[in-house]
């Protein structure tokens, strides 16, 4: 983005609520009109205090109640009364977190993975067969993926199936304890079949993991071989029935191979349309990225309704006479609590607008015949989005709980529960940290990508202007260079930092450097034996990480400022750009130890970032009802007693009884009145003495 983008502030800014929230809203704004008025009934809604079995069955009776509203049919094929609109589709499921977690995840498993699966790895015979009930619930289903020996290392799951061409059926077998297939929803109570991820064998050769449909139940239970149990009471979402299925030589007909992407013919001859067995098994899974997705989009939604909560409390509740001796302060005139809740304001907007160009993504790739280049950015994008929304989530949950004290710790103003039901998320479809690292591959093999590119002059040029570069930021140079531009001025260097230009030019130039330096590191790695090569990946893991978490703060950054360009409204844009600012500040002031030892900033800019930030928060304090009003929750939503108006009537019922008593002559004296006229006197009765 160029350097010169105006930013169009205006003196004295007001925010369009109305049109914000609708730019919130996104592509798919009447999908998610229609989800959230859904969210606000009754029916769909947690009840506290539930036991995990009355928990259970209602979430179960929810999922017939959605049925029964039409809104679970938006991604299946027309032809069965479906719409064809993955991305809406996932657009509504995410709201359903507002109601109950448990209500969206049970959801997502039964519609977005088991049905997905059907649908997506499966061809038309599959899906006559078995979509109709899919959709009707008449056929709940598991996912059958993870294994407790394996978690996120689907290739090595122990599961097979092997194929029997004299019967032409496939056996599915649990060889061990360690392959059983668990954390599995719908499994323990509802699931009537599954989708059960296997290593394929025929004619003795193993082709990698594939997906089965293998019915699991009746109405007397278990089918014969096939045993589970109930993974019991959760730290969360406790309305979902999670358990754990193993299958003891249970047959099933060829034809139950889900088989759009590998085939087993009658007499066991295996074929595929993807010839690479790595490449095939990464499609497969490719197309099951839509739990990330929606998880992306959930925690997005579930950090809303704690900010509205969180902000709508500190507006209302006052603590301390420090600025006046007969009204306290509301909580959010005080400056730690507005560097407690708006910055996190501002992660929330780069998270939502982040999701809706994800969204975009995966509605492009999910309606047309996309490309494998198209499908591998979609998957990555999801893998760096998914852990910072999840992780951000948790971080914003707990400070909205602490922010609100001990109320926030009472369960009626749902902090406490949103926390407990999202701690899952964040090893939900993949653990953070193992997605980030997959992230941090494609970083690596993009920039050896570049590298090939460029011919033998390019690349000259490319390693002198490295070395040329850590040879400045070592000698400190451009340190030197910055606090001579600056020349100490303050002004200048918050200029500097609320560029746009430099705030990206920052970002940008930390996922750089550490790509860079990683693949400095491991350079020729691929040369060395295994347990070599697999030694030094080890030892910089956490570079690795790192690289992949600053790529996609890079990410939202560039979405959130793509969103500001948009606005029309001079107020809102200038809220927003402000917004905008605090977030990337706050992002480099997290890691300002860094920008410093790399030469990227100077400390003298690093001085300034803190109190510029600080002015940041001045300027938005007054705009942070505003911010949270536009995520357009209402108090169906929140479901929060403090946010009812019962504080700001407490409050009043406060003040009107101290004004009466003041201006009553029963009014009680206070001490330090009755002190201060004493020692007046006293010094009085001094001054009167030393006269005589």
Same mark, same amino acid.
């Given at each position: 983005?160029?350097?010169?983008?105006?930013?169009?502030?205006?003196?004295?800014?007001?925010?369009?609520?109305?049109?914000?929230?609708?730019?919130?809203?996104?592509?798919?704004?009447?999908?998610?009109?229609?989800?959230?008025?859904?969210?606000?009934?009754?029916?769909?809604?947690?009840?506290?205090?539930?036991?995990?079995?009355?928990?259970?069955?209602?979430?179960?009776?929810?999922?017939?109640?959605?049925?029964?509203?039409? +809104?679970?049919?938006?991604?299946?094929?027309?032809?069965?009364?479906?719409?064809?609109?993955?991305?809406?589709?996932?657009?509504?499921? &995410?709201?359903?977190?507002?109601?109950?977690?448990?209500?969206?995840?049970?959801?997502?498993?039964?519609?977005?993975?088991?049905?997905?699966?059907?649908?997506?790895?499966?061809?038309?015979?599959?899906?006559?067969?078995?979509?109709?009930?899919?959709?009707?619930?008449?056929?709940?289903?598991? =996912?059958?993926?993870?294994?407790?020996?394996?978690? /996120?290392?689907?290739?090595?799951?122990?599961?097979?199936?092997?194929?029997?061409?004299?019967? $032409?059926?496939?056996?599915?077998?649990?060889? =061990?304890?360690?392959?059983?297939?668990?954390?599995?929803?719908?499994?323990?109570?509802?699931?009537?079949?599954?989708?059960?991820?296997?290593?394929?064998?025929?004619? %003795?050769?193993?082709?990698?993991?594939?997906?089965?449909?293998?019915?699991?139940?009746?109405?007397?239970?278990?089918?014969?071989?096939?045993?589970?149990?109930?993974?019991?009471?959760?730290?969360?979402?406790?309305?979902?029935?999670?358990?754990?299925?193993?299958?003891?030589?249970?047959?099933?007909?060829?034809?139950?191979?889900?088989?759009?992407?590998?085939?087993? *013919?009658?007499? %066991?001859?295996? /074929?595929?349309?993807?010839? @690479?067995?790595?490449?095939?098994?990464?499609?497969?899974?490719?197309?099951?990225?839509?739990?990330?997705?929606?998880?992306?989009?959930?925690?997005?939604?579930? @950090?809303?309704?704690?900010?509205?909560?969180?902000?709508?409390? *500190?507006?209302?509740?006052?603590?301390?006479?420090?600025? /006046?001796?007969?009204?306290?302060?509301?909580?959010?005139?005080?400056?730690?609590?507005?560097?407690?809740?708006?910055?996190?304001?501002?992660?929330?907007?780069?998270?939502?607008?982040?999701?809706?160009?994800?969204?975009?993504?995966?509605?492009?790739?999910?309606?047309?015949?996309?490309?494998?280049?198209?499908?591998?950015?979609? $998957?990555?994008?999801?893998?760096?989005?998914?852990?910072? /929304?999840?992780?951000?989530?948790?971080?914003? #949950?707990?400070?909205?709980?602490?922010?609100?004290?001990?109320?926030?710790?009472?369960?009626?103003?749902?902090?406490?529960?949103?926390?407990?039901?999202?701690?899952?998320?964040?090893?939900? $479809? %993949?653990?953070?940290?193992?997605?980030?690292?997959?992230?941090?591959?494609?970083? #690596?093999?993009?920039?050896?990508?570049?590298?090939?590119?460029?011919?033998?002059?390019? #690349?000259?040029?490319?390693?002198?202007?490295?070395?040329?570069?850590?040879?400045?930021?070592?000698?400190?140079?451009?340190?030197?260079?910055?606090?001579?531009?600056?020349?100490? @001025?303050?002004?200048?260097?918050?200029?500097?930092?609320?560029?746009?230009?430099?705030?990206?030019?920052?970002?940008?130039?930390?996922?750089?450097?550490?790509?860079?330096?990683?693949? $400095?590191?491991?350079?020729?790695?691929?040369?060395?034996?295994?347990?070599?090569?697999?030694?030094?990946?080890?030892?910089?893991?956490?570079?690795?990480?790192?690289?992949?978490?600053?790529?996609?703060?890079?990410?939202?950054?560039?979405?959130?400022?793509?969103?500001?360009?948009?606005?029309?409204?001079?107020?809102?844009?200038?809220?927003?750009?402000?917004?905008?600012?605090?977030?990337?500040?706050?992002?480099?002031?997290?890691?300002?130890?860094?920008?410093?030892?790399?030469? #990227?900033?100077?400390?003298?800019?690093?001085?300034?970032?803190?109190?510029?930030?600080?002015?940041?928060?001045?300027?938005?304090?007054?705009?942070?009802?505003?911010?949270?009003?536009?995520?357009?929750?209402?108090?169906?939503?929140?479901?929060?007693?403090?946010?009812?108006?019962? &504080?700001?009537?407490?409050?009043?019922?406060?003040?009107?009884?101290?004004?009466?008593?003041?201006? +009553?002559?029963?009014?009680?004296?206070?001490?330090?009145?009755?002190?201060?006229?004493?020692?007046?006197?006293?010094?009085?009765?001094?001054?009167?003495?030393? %006269?005589?």
């Amino acid at each position: 983005m160029s350097q010169d983008v105006p930013e169009s502030i205006t003196e004295d800014p007001r925010v369009d609520v109305a049109e914000l929230g609708e730019q919130l809203l996104g592509r798919w704004a009447d999908v998610r009109r229609t989800a959230r008025a859904l969210a606000a009934e009754p029916r769909t809604q947690k009840i506290e205090g539930q036991s995990m079995a009355e928990h259970r069955e209602r979430v179960l009776d929810q999922l017939g109640y959605l049925v029964e509203q039409k +809104s679970v049919h938006r991604a299946f094929p027309k032809r069965m009364g479906g719409e064809e609109n993955p991305g809406g589709n996932i657009a509504g499921f &995410e709201e359903l977190v507002v109601a109950d977690p448990s209500l969206q995840i049970k959801a997502g498993v039964q519609w977005g993975l088991f049905g997905s699966a059907v649908l997506h790895l499966g061809t038309s015979e599959h899906h006559d067969a078995w979509l109709p009930g899919i959709m009707s619930l008449e056929i709940p289903g598991a =996912f059958a993926m993870t294994e407790i020996g394996h978690g /996120s290392d689907v290739a090595s799951i122990a599961t097979t199936a092997t194929y029997d061409p004299a019967a $032409e059926e496939f056996v599915v077998h649990t060889p =061990f304890r360690a392959a059983w297939k668990d954390y599995l929803g719908n499994a323990a109570l509802h699931g009537k079949a599954a989708v059960v991820f296997a290593q394929l064998i025929t004619a %003795g050769v193993n082709h990698g993991v594939h997906a089965f449909y293998v019915p699991i139940r009746d109405e007397n239970g278990f089918l014969p071989g096939i045993g589970g149990e109930d993974d019991g009471l959760k730290g969360g979402l406790n309305g979902i029935d999670n358990g754990r299925l193993h299958f003891d030589n249970v047959r099933i007909p060829r034809t139950n191979l889900l088989n759009r992407y590998g085939d087993v *013919a009658a007499d %066991g001859t295996y /074929s595929s349309p993807i010839e @690479s067995p790595g490449r095939r098994f990464f499609t497969m899974l490719g197309t099951l990225v839509q739990g990330r997705v929606s998880l992306d989009g959930a925690a997005t939604a579930a @950090s809303k309704v704690a900010l509205q909560i969180a902000v709508g409390y *500190a507006n209302e509740r006052r603590q301390f006479n420090a600025s /006046s001796d007969t009204t306290e302060e509301v909580l959010l005139d005080y400056q730690r609590h507005q560097r407690r809740l708006l910055p996190r304001i501002a992660t929330t907007y780069a998270m939502s607008f982040a999701h809706e160009e994800l969204l975009e993504k995966f509605h492009e790739v999910f309606s047309q015949d996309a490309t494998d280049d198209a499908r591998q950015d979609l $998957e990555t994008l999801a893998a760096a989005l998914k852990p910072l /929304s999840t992780w951000n989530a948790l971080d914003i #949950l707990q400070e909205c709980r602490e922010a609100c004290g001990g109320a926030g710790f009472i369960v009626k103003n749902r902090f406490t529960s949103l926390r407990a039901d999202l701690d899952i998320y964040v090893t939900f $479809e %993949g653990d953070n940290n193992v997605l980030l690292q997959l992230v941090a591959k494609r970083l #690596l093999a993009d920039y050896a990508e570049e590298f090939r590119k460029l011919d033998a002059g390019a #690349l000259t040029r490319y390693v002198a202007r490295r070395a040329e570069g850590v040879a400045l930021n070592q000698s400190g140079l451009r340190q030197l260079a910055q606090t001579w531009t600056d020349a100490g @001025s303050e002004k200048r260097s918050a200029n500097f930092l609320k560029d746009p230009g430099t705030q990206r030019n920052l970002l940008a130039e930390r996922v750089r450097t550490m790509v860079a330096e990683v693949a $400095e590191d491991l350079k020729g790695a691929g040369k060395l034996p295994q347990a070599r090569a697999a030694a030094v990946f080890n030892e910089r893991q956490e570079q690795i990480i790192s690289a992949a978490r600053a790529h996609a703060e890079l990410l939202q950054w560039e979405a959130f400022t793509r969103q500001v360009e948009l606005v029309e409204d001079p107020g809102t844009r200038s809220v927003l750009t402000w917004l905008r600012d605090l977030f990337g500040l706050c992002l480099i002031e997290r890691d300002l130890g860094w920008f410093q030892m790399s030469g #990227l900033l100077s400390s003298q800019r690093a001085r300034t970032l803190g109190p510029y930030i600080n002015r940041l928060l001045a300027r938005l304090r007054p705009h942070a009802q505003d911010l949270v009003d536009a995520f357009g929750y209402t108090q169906e939503h929140l479901r929060a007693e403090i946010v009812t108006g019962i &504080e700001a009537e407490r409050q009043e019922e406060a003040m009107a009884y101290f004004r009466t008593l003041r201006a +009553s002559a029963d009014a009680p004296i206070d001490e330090k009145i009755i002190l201060a006229r004493k020692r007046a006197a006293e010094k009085s009765a001094k001054k009167a003495r030393a %006269g005589k």
